[in-house]
């Protein structure tokens, strides 16, 4: 590797409510041994503190969704979490020239969708870093959002080599769980590990070619006239991420109890389904199609 | 009977966020006849309607703790929820001599508790009302939280005979989930049948002692001298509600992994086991204990 890593940031509480993160980061800053590596520097950061105390995903907007290059420089943009965005700009970034190398974002979700390694840049440090931790955790999905590093609004996509989402579920917001805690914290270690396995030359065997899920669009719930919910996840699907959904088969029930099913013309794979976080918009899942992912570079 | 049952209130998102009941009241206004029963009114009530728009449990306080007599009465409590227990009051009441006879208030939890059917008043209605659904639904939980009705601070206890809480887990904050709706609807069901069937001079065939369990104390979660929380629910512990916890058996696991057994010298139950609207008083879970609920009259 031309460019090796020399600082990394681990990131916690970007969703205020998601507290997994934020204890992980609170537990490794009276620990820090646990995420040092000789190789290069890692920093804690609790991304959210305002949401956090209030113990809401956000204050005025998704922080993760506020780093569009253009939206870190338009000062008019005035939301708290559009004013912390330029903060963590300053903090790791800037975007266009970062100081910070690669990031690590601990998330969870309210869908059952384990372990998920959601990376947005094709690139081959990124790949390999999803592939090593889904070699050390099988039971890890791979899941592909693809974008390129400066068209992304994710707080990862500050780094110079974007980063790592880690989403671990299914968890109620506002709450810990020892399982998602000690899921999330394994991954994390991994990705470590991973980092100072390339920066040091190790020798690496990963696979060229792994099975995983890429991001098409999202899928929102039933709505009346007045944008009023009428319909849930049918109880069929609820649960079931990263499995098939045929033509035919029941996408929601509505609130009087009527099937309404798949209408299109091939399968798909449902994400995020049910996720809490994206009632806001009236979203009920993501659709995702499967995909062999290429590790172009080992 | 000698008062039989003239009006019943169904409150829904009582709590802002728990969404199940807000969408069946609001799928009840679009089909009254499904609620309705011939020797009594039905009323749908959405209690706390600018929390459940804030997509939040309350605004101010827990609209559920608000309804203590002294409390309706005190003018000079200001909060959000204050307030508007005063006007349900108005509404349903007043506690000291209500309109309404009955009250179903429909409840969520992120805890694994199943359909619990939690009553507070040891009145022979009451709990027949309990058996009574127990017997439709043998999954139920049978949920005692002794109070007289004057010394209650639920907004049920605002009805003349005080009511039933049902609450029905585990399902996230801010979701639909079928399950649970549909496993509240069914509850909703049973308890206006059994009114039906009081008022009516019905026979029921209700045993005269049930198993349930008695609230006894809230435990709270390990916290540091700052307050904040340092340990979580024991994975051997998380989604066992209603499960014998017995001396040295783990209640904790801190966020550095280290067991925090229970202490005490007789086995307990536990209950609302890592409810998510507990983490603002650092609540971890309740202590139960097991007992026969005797129904005194049939």
Redesign the interface.
Known sequence: MNNPIRRVAIAGGTHGNE?VGV??V??WK??PKEIQRASFSTELHLTNPAANKA??RYIDQDLNRQFYVEDLNNTGLMGCEQQRAKVLNELLGPKEDPRIDFVIDMHTT?ANMGTSLIFNLNDPFVVGMAFYIKQKMPNATLFFNPRTRLEDNFLMSVGRLSGLLIEVG??????????V?SQTQSAVYHGLDYIEARNTGQYLDLPSQLSGYKFTEKVPLPVDEDG??TA????NL?DKDYCEIAPGDPLF?T??GKTIYYQGESSVYGAFI?E??Y??QNIGLSFMEKIDIVLNDK
């Open positions: 507290l204890h992980l609170k537990h009276s620990a113990l809401r309210t299914p968890i109620a917001q506002g709450l810990l769980n020892y399982e805690y009023e919910i849930m996840i049918h109880p609820q029930i609130l009087a049910n809490a976080a009632y806001d």
